[in-house]
């Protein structure tokens, strides 16, 4: 089992940036890649970015490239996301993700979810 606790969201301002932080516990000796997904109110759980167990590999969502980045430090098991330049349509429950491959995580296909940060932009 893999525990993944995120914390760094809160309100923002339009335009402000915000970094978010996922640590991971348990069978962190297995290789996972890691990703975040969000879920506005009313709305479907998105994927957002996926990072490799390498970091070699990552990958955004068309709506926050440019503006997102995703990184890890394996030494701390901790993944991250940078936000920049945030939007109102950016408000959403952030989740922390893990499955065996970047692909798995780019489809949905998780083994382990965190349990959600809440992120606010405000106009």
Same mark, same amino acid.
């Given at each position: 089992?893999?525990?993944?606790?995120?914390?760094?969201? /809160?309100?923002?301002?339009? /335009? /402000?940036?915000?970094?978010?932080?996922? $640590?991971?516990? *348990?069978?962190? *000796?297995?290789?996972?890649?890691?990703?975040?997904? @969000?879920?506005?109110? *009313?709305?479907?759980?998105?994927?957002?970015?996926?990072?490799?167990?390498?970091?070699?590999?990552?990958?955004?969502?068309?709506?926050?490239?440019?503006?997102?980045?995703?990184? @890890?430090?394996?030494?701390?098991?901790?993944?991250?996301?940078?936000?920049?330049?945030?939007?109102?349509?950016?408000?959403?429950?952030?989740?922390?993700? $893990?499955?065996?491959?970047?692909?798995?995580?780019?489809? /949905?296909?998780?083994?382990?979810? *965190?349990?959600?940060?809440?992120?606010?932009?405000?106009?």
């Amino acid at each position: 089992q893999v525990q993944l606790v995120e914390s760094g969201g /809160g309100l923002v301002q339009a /335009g /402000g940036s915000l970094r978010l932080s996922c $640590a991971a516990s *348990g069978r962190t *000796g297995s290789s996972y890649a890691m990703g975040w997904f @969000r879920q506005a109110p *009313g709305k479907e759980r998105d994927f957002v970015a996926v990072i490799s167990w390498s970091g070699g590999t990552t990958y955004y969502t068309d709506s926050v490239k440019g503006r997102f980045t995703i990184s @890890r430090d394996n030494a701390k098991n901790t993944v991250y996301l940078q936000m920049n330049s945030l939007k109102v349509e950016d408000t959403a429950v952030y989740y922390c993700a $893990a499955a065996a491959r970047a692909g798995l995580v780019l489809n /949905g296909r998780i083994d382990y979810w *965190g349990q959600g940060t809440q992120v606010t932009v405000s106009s």
